[in-house]
């Protein structure tokens, strides 16, 4: 998880840096201290029409939330993965809060196989839907990760049934539960009645196959 933690960090800053760094320079170009370049006259407007500068949209992670609720997030991120640095690895994970989702969820299937000497292609994840909010959870899984922050799109999920619902009336997202990403051999993996849906990163509901092999979303 150390790499994982690593490659994220990297790519916040980054991230960090870029938003700062033209926040500085448009500052600069307003008052007629340095010239005006075509990506800072994009980012000025952006952010009079309340959008996400493109030239961030380019070092970010995908999202097609307007400019408040991305700066939002963005804070979100960075806090969480700074409470990572100063306090060692969390319980609990916001799934959101990584730019290669795919990297995380691999690293972790990746402890599994080699604490319990397995062949990583014969280990994937079972799936164990946790109850109560994220807070109560205050102990690590013996393997695998706790991960919140997800949510439903044309449904909601009913506690005390354990199982899907029909959304309530004008809400389009209702929060998921927590999930245990739960790695095992495919051969251990428990039978129970299950809904298989697509888990995206955006609304978006498409994405671009990387050349990683994983879609962007």
Known sequence: MNTVLTQELGRVNTLLIVIRNSLVNL??????????????????????????????????FPSLKPLGSYLREVIERATFFKRWVDHGIPVTFPLYAFFFTQAFLTGSKQNFARSHKIEIDKVDFDYTVLDGEEAEWSTKPADGVYCFGMHLDGCAWAPAQHSLCESEPKVLYAPAPGIHFEPAQVKDFKEYNHFSCPLYKTADRRGILSTTGHSTN
């Not at 340095?34 to 952010?47: C, P």
């Open 27 to 60: 500052g600069k170009a307003v008052k007629g201290l340095v010239l005006m370049s075509e990506d800072l006259d994009r980012v000025g407007k952006a952010l009079y029409d309340g959008k996400v500068p493109p030239p961030w949209l380019k070092k970010s």
